[in-house]
Nanobody, 126 residues
Framework: QVQLVESGGGSVQVGGSLRLSCAASGYTSSSNCMAWFRQAPGKEHEGVASVYTGGGSTYYADSVKGRFTIFYDNAKNTLYLQMNSLKPDDTAMYYC???????????????????WGQGTQVTVSS
């Protein structure tokens, strides 16, 4: 049973920073795709960033490129999302996702993932 537990969300002002963490337990692999998705009220899930745990290849949504960094610590089985220069549009519930396969060109599709956490709220105020 895979468990993903997110933490690190909170409320910040525009331009601030947050680091989200996702502790993984149960099935963990050094060659699968993990990602962060987000969902704002009334909107669809959006793929924010993904990382291949076996090689560090990363993928980002255009809306966060240059501001967010995703990385995975294999020793700690923990996924991170460093978020800088936060904007009000970044306000959403953020979810950690894990798939059983390497990342593909469809990394931003929620159907690529098999497990997800309960989410952590990020609120950016102006």
């Amino acid at each position: 049973q895979v468990q993903l537990v997110e933490s690190g969300g909170g409320s910040v002002q525009v331009g601030g920073s947050l680091r989200l963490s996702c502790a993984a337990s149960g099935y963990t692999s050094s060659s699968n795709c993990m990602a962060w998705f987000r969902q704002a009220p009334g909107k669809e899930h959006e793929g924010v960033a993904s990382v291949y745990t076996g090689g560090g290849s990363t993928y980002y949504a255009d809306s966060v490129k240059g501001r967010f960094t995703i990385f995975y610590d294999n020793a700690k089985n923990t996924l991170y999302l460093q978020m800088n220069s936060l904007k009000p549009d970044d306000t959403a519930m953020y979810y950690c996702m894990s798939g059983a396969r390497p990342c593909s060109g469809s990394w931003a599709s929620i159907t690529e993932y098999d497990w997800w956490g309960q989410g952590t709220q990020v609120t950016v105020s102006s």
